[in-house]
């Protein structure tokens, strides 16, 4: 077969490297060849290569030192380039095919996007910016939008452009500590001995104290290395924590600072703070088992090497089947490596599960599953990660937002006592695994909306922080992309002045939500029966009731796609600032689930924001009654000085195109008050992308902006000129 002329259909990102015969990269180019390392994988994948494809030989691994950005001291991916060629002939084997090679000299790097198996097929034209970045990078020669990556969000966090953020900057000690731990895989006794020692000087490490199987008892003799972790990640204070760590940080010669904070960070309960059993119990291999997972993990983060994935997966499964180890094995894993394996204690099983909504995979009895499970997870984790508006975007983040989730199912009391880790027999429950200590949230005020890019002043953010305080109800409207949504979730953050999404309740009204849905009514159940359920509104009762120093607020967006008058029921007149007393209580509809009826009056200390846009001319106005209860404020659409400067520095538009957006939004703005009136301007929010643009891409994100959501925007304006929409809108992208 001959090479084609036409474009090529697939680009393929393939590994030269395969276990013990070490990197084939030169044998494949003198050769010109690439040849797939396996029997028995991959086979079907290699036969689909078609001639005319593009091909480049990749190395994948990760880098702290000499990058071409600041890191923070945090580790990077990488991508090393080593060669690059066109696929001349398929030999259909599943083995091989034919490359006119071109060797990389230097190698060229490309950071973050990488894939660690061993082929990876690259579709262009998909809509994927990274995908279609990184096939320019390789095969045209054309450099690497790394602002835009590092803005991110599975990146952002670690290596973005905005204020540096001090939530995780525990993960460098944690993983410095892992590091080190890894000099004693062969000879632990020097690790043992010197923990030994720091127990005669700090307090805390009393429990380790092993039993022998002729009764008697004596100094833990052997130690695995999750376990020597966890001897400052149990339940006891901060100072003592710290005190710990900076003993075993001085023991392994770790000179990165010891954390200030523990924050999110799960701990082993105190009666099960070993990862083993005590020698009475313990396997011959059982320690072995831990150490080998412990260093099958490290190399399976700083390698492509796909047999240092599967020799993780066996790791893993022999740890599994130690005593007693059971999740706390995540746990020790995202201690060591907390970016690329997540804790799977009961708080962020629950919270995956409930919030996030992908089943945590178990095996029986509610164990955890095996290595392929668990890799999963991860797999499935990262994928979301990358997307802007998912709830969190890294294992750290993960585990805070566990920590700070508010359900009380799934969780326990902390055992504080320092009774010995192994006290419970085997036939006592497995399930005390590692727990989260009692949150501390994130504090947040107006800086913090003005901080995350909000346009508004800063007296216009606190006239509505105070009228919300007082007025208790506030509607947030104005016309559509005015950010109303976005504004209203940071007023109640700052009202509360932390950063816990446990006290808001969001919903959203349309014309089929009822009373029952919202307040309280019968649902069915599981067995065909009916029950009496609360809803939303009432369940924000009853929490703020139970926490009367807190606030707690309920966030309705578009209020008025509902009956609001028929959905609060009765509730509507309690809403009133002056009727949020026990005195002025009322009964419900329906009675509470025993049958009694019991009144009930809206607490101070709940507070609803609703969001309404004014625009949408197919929803009724909002009774007479309702709006009595609520103060409003009109947001506008905010172009300025501030908006330029957002989305320049955060949102990679071009500085000289920023002024001409801003005119031609506003030039429209203009036309659209005089033919229709002020609520149907288009807001700020059209042109704010929400994250990032590739570099140089300006022109061509704005024209997209323009055709496939202003227009249509407009033609829904002018739905019987159909003339001046289509006008309006040629005007508006006239020239650029």
């Known amino acids: 077969m001959t090479e084609t002329k036409d474009a090529p259909k697939s680009y393929w990102f393939v590994g030269a490297s395969y276990g013990s015969d070490g990197d084939q990269t030169h044998r494949f180019l003198s050769e010109g060849i690439w040849e797939n390392g396996y029997d028995d994988k991959h086979l079907d994948l290699v036969r689909s290569m078609q001639p005319g494809d593009r091909i480049a030989i990749k190395s994948t691994f990760t880098r702290k030192h000499n990058l071409p950005f600041d890191n923070r001291g945090n580790h990077v991916s990488v991508m090393a380039i080593k060669a690059i060629g066109t696929i001349t002939e398929n030999l259909n084997d599943g083995k091989r095919v034919r490359v006119s090679w071109l060797k990389q000299e230097p190698q060229r790097e490309w950071y973050f996007y990488t894939y660690r198996e061993v082929i990876w097929r690259l579709v262009p034209g998909t809509g994927d910016w990274g995908a279609d970045g990184l096939i320019a990078f390789t095969f045209d020669a054309k450099p690497q939008d790394i602002d835009r990556w590092r803005n991110e969000p599975y990146w952002r966090e670690r290596f973005g452009d905005g204020p540096v953020r001090q939530r995780f900057l525990w993960t460098e000690f944690y993983e410095a500590v892992a590091e080190k731990l890894l000099d004693f895989r062969s000879d632990r006794k020097p690790l043992i001995e010197g923990i030994h020692q720091i127990a005669t000087k700090v307090t805390g490490l009393s429990y380790l104290q092993d039993k022998f199987a002729d009764g008697t008892t004596g100094p833990l003799k052997d130690i695995c290395p999750f376990t020597a972790m966890g001897t400052f990640n149990r339940s006891m204070t901060d100072a003592n924590r710290k005190a710990i760590a900076t003993e075993i940080a001085e023991l392994l010669g770790v000179s990165v600072p010891v954390p200030d904070t523990f924050d999110g960070i799960p701990v082993l309960n105190n009666q099960r703070s070993w990862f083993f059993s005590y020698s009475e119990k313990r396997g011959d291999g059982d320690i072995e088992a831990l150490w080998r997972v412990f260093v099958a993990a490290a190399e399976s983060v700083d390698s492509d090497l796909p047999e240092h994935r599967i020799e993780l997966a066996h790791a893993y499964d022999a740890a599994t089947q130690v005593w007693g180890v059971a999740w706390n094995l995540s746990t020790g894993l995202y201690w060591a490596h907390p970016w690329n394996f997540p804790t799977l204690d009961s708080q962020s099983r629950h919270y995956i599960a409930k919030r996030l909504s992908i089943p945590v995979p178990t095996s029986g009895q509610q164990k955890p599953a095996d290595a392929n499970g668990y890799l999963k997870l991860i797999d499935d984790l990262r994928a979301r990660f990358t997307e802007d508006s998912y709830p969190v975007h890294s294992f750290p983040e993960l585990s805070l937002a566990s920590w700070q989730f508010k359900d009380p199912a799934d969780s326990g009391e902390l055992v504080t006592d320092d009774a010995s880790p192994a006290d419970l027999d085997d036939t006592e429950d497995l399930q005390q695994d590692a727990v989260q200590p009692d949150p501390i949230f994130e504090s947040y005020s107006v800086d913090d909306i003005l901080k995350d890019g909000c346009f508004l002043p800063r007296a216009e953010i606190e006239r509505l922080l105070e009228r919300l305080r007082t007025k208790k109800n506030l509607i947030l409207q104005g016309p559509p992309g005015t950010g109303k949504t976005w504004i209203a979730k940071r007023l109640a953050y700052a009202l509360m002045g ?25 649902r069915p159940t599981g067995d065909g029966k009916l029950t009496l359920a609360e809803g939303v509104f009432m369940e924000a009762i009853r929490a703020a009731s139970k926490s009367p ?9 578009e209020i008025n796609r509902g009956n609001p008058a028929q959905i609060f029921g009765e509730l509507l007149t309690l809403l009133e600032a002056g009727k949020r007393t026990p005195s002025e209580a009322l009964e419900l509809c329906y009675p509470d689930a025993d049958g009694k009826r019991r009144p009930v009056h809206v607490p101070e200390n709940l507070y609803v924001l609703g969001t309404m846009n004014i625009a949408d001319r197919s929803l009724a106005l909002v009774d007479l009654a309702f709006r009595r209860r609520f103060a409003f404020a009109t947001l506008e659409p905010k172009l300025g000085e501030s908006w330029q400067n957002w989305v320049i520095q955060h ?46 891409s300006t022109r061509d994100w704005f024209l997209q902006v323009a055709e496939t959501e202003i227009g249509p925007l407009l033609e829904e304006y002018w739905f019987d000129s159909p003339k001046i929409a289509k006008g309006a809108l040629e005007k508006l992208i006239a020239g650029w």
């Open 651 to 696: 949102c990679g538009i071009d500085p000289e195109l920023a002024p001409g957006i801003e005119q031609r939004i506003s030039s429209l703005n203009q036309k659209i008050e005089q033919d229709l009136g002020t609520q149907f301007r288009i807001g700020h929010s059209y042109v704010t992308p929400p994250r990032r643009i590739e570099l140089g």
């Open 498 to 522: 932390e950063k816990d999404g446990g006290k808001i309740r969001a919903v959203q009204f349309h014309p089929n939500l009822s009373y029952e849905d919202f307040v309280r009514g019968w």
């Open 549 to 557: 120093t807190s606030k707690f607020v309920v966030v309705i967006e």
